[in-house]
């Protein structure tokens, strides 16, 4: 089992950037199926973007769709999640996601097995 931790989170204004990682530690992080979710005030969480464990796939959101990109290092045992032309609706707590399934839909929460801490950002002039 993998325990991970996110960082990257903080306050920018509309039309920024940030870059949020998820660093893992445990055994076989290559063999992990990654994803991004993220959950806002009074909301429900919600999927953002996953990776496939070889890295070869990714999935989004239409939300966060041509705005972020989701990669990973699996040398560094750490995914990250590239997030552009940052929008109000965007603030919301991010969390990364880890599932040894070998077979899953990605966009599923109930998919995934491990959670991060979760890392805040808020879009906000």
């Known amino acids: 089992q993998v325990q991970l931790v996110e960082s990257g989170g903080g306050m920018v204004q509309p039309g920024g950037s940030l870059r949020l990682s998820c660093a893992a530690s445990?055994?076989?992080?290559?063999?992990?199926?990654m994803g991004w979710f993220r959950q806002a005030p009074g909301k429900e969480r919600e999927f953002v973007a996953a990776?496939?464990?070889?890295?070869?796939?990714?999935y989004y959101a239409d939300s966060v769709k041509g705005r972020f990109t989701t990669s990973r290092d699996n040398a560094k045992n750490t995914v990250y999640l590239q997030m552009n032309s940052l929008k109000p609706e965007d603030t919301a707590v991010y969390y990364c996601?880890?599932?040894?399934?070998?077979?899953?839909?990605?966009?599923?929460?109930?998919?995934?097995?491990?959670w991060g801490q979760g890392t805040q950002v808020t879009v906000s002039s």
């Open positions: 996601a880890a599932t040894g399934a070998q077979s899953y839909n990605a966009y599923n929460i109930r998919a995934y097995d491990t």
């Open positions: 445990g055994r076989s992080f290559s063999s992990y199926g």
């Open positions: 990776i496939r464990s070889s890295g070869g796939f990714s």
